[in-house]
Structure formats: structure tokens, C-alpha cells
């Protein structure tokens, strides 16, 4: 009878082990999600937007004939062959051109050389978080701290002679003074250009900032509100070797996740010759317009 028994109690064992099992698993909701209550559990994560810009246009395409005659005059009175490359312009070495493209231009004229110089970076972010617009933002952001423009309602030409030193400029800027801005204004003789005429120094070094004339008021380095999604203007009048005053305007502006920056400069053949501000910053914030305008196309 004994082996009976236990043909008996084994089934009884197995259909209790059914109903423990079954009373584990029905602990749930009833909604068949019970996985999503467990601690750590997958989660669903937006990523950032990507850049409106997924490419670069070729930089020595963007900037037209008319306006490279207009910025750079001497081309006008090269030989043909020589204006045809001119014109063309000199793109800048790069390793991505979907990442960044450049182009100079450069002209000397009897009264002045000029150079013209349009750089085009486009910001990619590799963190899922961070767009590539707002990275961008960050890369805008560090070049603008470091152009140090002046506070807002404070003439840094108060506070000594200029030691700031722009990024990408190896000289400081220069402050002017009081006799500095009472300095004639006239025309260069020999070609019409705007100048002004510089107060005596006393021997300026190479890359040595000239304290004495600088930007005219209502020119000082600024933000501009009227470029992209954000932009602003540097100009930089430095001492050159030659002892003749080179001025270099540049105007940097964000667009989405590009940054353009267009860098005008022009140095008179005359040591006594001072580049007019407000005549450079015309034209490089022409040109600035029309590279927006083309972006946004």
C-alpha cells in the first residue's frame, strides 16, 4: 500500500507548485506592463535637432565680381590676366569642406593695399543632447569673449592706452584719444578714398597698437542685431612694420550652425594716411548681409 501513496501525494505537490506560480505572476496591473515598473528600465530619449546646414557652398563663389571690385579697388588697374585671378580668389586649405571653406582676396592699389578675407565654419555637435545649432552658439560665444568689445556705455579710450588684443589679431586695438578724434578727415589725392590724417608718434614698434587714433564714436567694436541670429564687429587699427596704420574690420555673425566671419583690412601706401573706420565697416557689413542672404536662400 505504501507505493500507492506516493503515486498519490505527487500530483497534489505539482498542482500547489501551479497555483504559487500562478499567484507570483498575477501581481501586475493586469495592463500586460509590468516590466515598465522595474527600477532602470529602458527609456525613450529625444535627441537633438540637427543643423539646419548640412554642407558648405565653395567660399570663393559666394563673394561676386562687383563687390570684390568695389572692396578691393586696385583690381580695376590690373591686366586682364591678372584680374581674372584676382577676381578668383585664393581658397584656404582645408581638410572637410563640409566643415569649414575659405577664400581671400587681396589688391594693392597706388594709395592703398586691401585684403579681403570670408571664412565659413560649420558646427557639427557630437552629443545626442546638445543641437548643432545651440553648439554653434557655444563656438560664437567663445569668439566673441575673446574679441574683449568694449561694455556698453563705457569709452574704453578712457582707461589708457588700448592693450587688448582680439582673437585671431596679433596687434591690440587701438584707443583713440581726444586729440586723436579731432583729427582732419579728407581724400586721398590719388584715388578719392576716405582717410584720415594720423597725429605724429613717436616711433611705433612692429605690432605695437597706435593709442593715439583709433574708431570714431558710434564705431566702436559692438553687437550688431541686424546679422543672422547673432553677430558682432571688430576693428583693429595696428602699426605695421612699414610705420604705415593698417585697419582690419571684422564682422562675425551665427546663422543656425554656421559661423561666418568676413575680415576686411586696408593699409594706406601714406604713414600719415589713417584708413576711414566708417568706410571699411560699410562694406564689410554689406558684405555680411549678402552672405546671410544666401545662407537663408
Request: hydrophobic residues 30%; glycine residues 10%; negative net charge.
Amino acid at each position: 500500500m505504501q507505493p500507492k501513496a506516493r503515486h498519490a501525494f505527487v500530483p497534489g505537490l505539482a498542482a500547489l507548485l501551479v497555483v504559487a506560480v500562478a499567484g507570483c505572476s498575477g501581481g501586475s496591473d493586469g495592463d500586460g506592463s509590468a516590466s515598465d515598473s522595474k527600477p532602470g528600465g529602458p527609456t525613450t530619449a529625444t535627441a537633438a535637432q540637427p543643423g539646419k546646414y548640412r554642407t558648405l557652398r565653395e567660399a570663393c563663389g559666394t563673394v561676386s565680381r562687383a563687390t570684390i571690385k568695389e572692396m578691393l579697388p586696385g583690381t580695376a588697374a590690373l591686366p586682364d590676366a591678372q584680374q581674372t585671378k584676382a577676381y578668383r580668389g585664393t581658397p584656404s586649405v582645408t581638410y572637410d569642406t563640409d566643415r569649414r571653406v575659405g577664400c581671400s582676396w587681396k589688391a594693392d592699389a597706388t594709395y592703398a593695399s586691401h585684403q579681403l578675407v570670408v571664412d565659413v565654419e560649420r558646427v557639427v555637435s557630437y552629443d545626442p543632447a546638445v543641437s548643432d545649432a545651440d553648439r554653434a552658439q557655444e563656438v560664437y560665444a567663445k569668439q566673441q569673449t575673446a574679441a574683449d568689445l568694449p561694455l556698453p556705455g563705457r569709452d574704453d579710450r578712457t582707461d589708457g592706452p588700448a592693450s587688448r588684443t582680439p582673437s585671431g589679431s596679433p596687434s591690440g586695438k587701438g584707443g583713440a584719444s581726444d586729440s586723436g578724434n579731432g583729427s582732419d578727415s579728407g581724400r586721398d589725392s590719388d584715388s578719392g578714398a576716405r582717410t584720415q590724417t594720423a597725429p605724429a608718434t613717436d616711433g611705433a614698434t612692429d605690432g605695437a597698437s597706435d593709442s593715439a587714433s583709433g574708431t570714431p564714436d558710434g564705431l566702436e567694436p559692438r553687437v550688431l542685431d541686424d546679422l543672422g541670429d547673432a553677430a558682432f564687429i571688430d576693428d583693429v587699427l595696428a602699426r605695421s612694420g612699414s610705420a604705415a596704420q593698417r585697419r582690419t574690420v571684422s564682422v562675425v555673425f551665427r546663422t543656425s550652425n554656421v559661423i561666418v566671419t568676413v575680415r576686411y583690412s586696408e593699409q594706406p601706401a601714406r604713414s600719415s594716411a589713417v584708413p576711414d573706420s566708417e568706410e571699411l565697416q560699410e562694406k564689410a557689413r554689406n558684405l555680411a548681409r549678402k552672405l546671410v542672404d544666401q545662407l537663408n536662400a
